[in-house]
């Protein structure tokens, strides 16, 4: 059993930065991902990490702007989010999966926080 929580989403101008958490407890999984959804917009990727920080992985959309980390006891992800742009508004999750074919399977489901950005 595994919960998520995520924090640290608001409203930015573009350009702007934010740092998202995701706080886990319960039952580890092996790697985290986030993940985002705009409105009237399918699901998609947005980065992930193996537990250890061995591996990780971006969509092309945020390679270079976005950066996925974690604490040292892995109980905390982070998303550090540069150079924001309008369309990186979405309400953004947090999971917790297995790590396979190179990337993060998710099994587990934050509620999500709410990142937009202005022009």
């Known amino acids: 059993q595994v919960q998520l929580m995520e924090s640290g989403g608001g409203s930015v101008q573009a350009g702007g930065s934010l740092r998202l958490s995701c706080a886990a407890s319960?039952?580890?999984?092996?790697?985290k991902a986030w993940f985002r959804q705009a409105p009237g917009k399918e699901r998609e990727v947005v980065g992930g990490?193996?537990?250890?920080?061995?591996?990780?992985y971006y969509a092309n959309s945020v390679i270079g702007r976005f950066t996925v980390s974690q604490d040292v006891a892995g109980k905390t992800v982070y998303l550090q989010m540069n150079s924001l742009k309008p369309e990186d508004t979405a309400m953004y999750y947090c999971?917790?999966?297995?790590?396979?074919?190179?990337?993060?399977?998710?099994?587990?489901w934050g509620q999500g926080t709410q990142v937009t950005v202005s022009s």
């Open positions: 990490i193996l537990t250890g920080g061995l591996n990780t």
């Open positions: 999971t917790a999966g297995f790590w396979y074919g190179g990337s993060c399977q998710p099994d587990y």
């Open positions: 319960g039952y580890s999984r092996n790697c």
